[in-house]
């Protein structure tokens, strides 16, 4: 089987590669998009993550954020983002820094290089348990993009679609961290801040996730913070 990786650079599309890996999916490429995010480090990190497997990276840029900045926290660097935040006050309502269609709009890229490409899946690491409440990370965002697939593309029609799989969309950040260590993933070479800097906030919902999750684990997280 032939299929390519959605690779933001952080830890969940890394485990979920890694995932890919060992079953023998074979990816051929790496796809990544910078869409104007203020965290455009993790660019950095995909980019290591690719060259560690050994996989084509490619990266769309596509600056929507220049368009729609004042829709979210994650694309305006004026604009404070949640932190210090509890799990259950992540949890209430999605967050600001929510970035309307963006699951979207990369599933749609990388639907169109999977097909150019003649792959049979693209790997992607959307997680719903995360807290984060983003709604296009949920199970029924992906079947209906599957749904989508079979209709909208010349795959599709000729009974022969491209699957995204998604394979830690039910695991726990502590079940992903815990996977990534059992398959080697290059967990050092992820990026999960918010905050395009240099090392990472510790205070973001993305950081405060990530660290309970070692913490838990009772493991040192391999990257820096402040």
Aim: proline share 5%; with cysteine.
């Amino acid at each position: 089987m032939k299929s390519i990786a959605l690779l933001s650079g952080g830890l969940d599309s890394c485990v979920a590669l890694a995932i890919a890996q060992r079953l023998g999916l074979n990816p051929s490429a790496s796809v990544t998009i910078l869409y104007g995010q203020r965290h455009d480090r993790e660019i950095r990190s995909a980019e290591a993550i690719a060259a560690h497997y050994g996989l084509r990276h490619i990266l769309i840029d596509l600056p929507i954020g220049n368009y729609i900045k004042h829709a979210s926290a994650l694309l305006n660097p004026q604009e404070a983002l949640p932190k210090d935040r509890g799990m259950e006050e992540m949890s209430s309502a999605i967050p600001r820094s929510y970035v309307p269609g963006r699951n979207t709009m990369m599933l749609a890229i990388a639907q169109s290089i999977a097909e150019a490409f003649d792959a049979d899946c693209i790997i992607v690491g959307f997680n719903h348990l995360d807290y984060s409440g983003y709604p296009d990370c949920r199970p029924e965002f992906v079947d209906v993009w599957n749904k989508l697939a079979r209709v909208a593309t010349k795959r599709g029609v000729e009974g022969n679609p491209i699957q995204v799989w998604t394979p830690i969309i039910d695991m726990s950040k502590v079940d992903i961290i815990t996977k990534g260590y059992e398959l080697k993933a290059p967990l050092h070479l992820t990026w999960s801040c918010y905050q395009g800097r240099e090392k990472a906030c510790g205070k973001c919902d993305s950081c405060i996730i990530r660290l309970d999750a070692f913490k838990k684990l009772k493991l040192d997280d391999p990257i820096k913070y402040r």
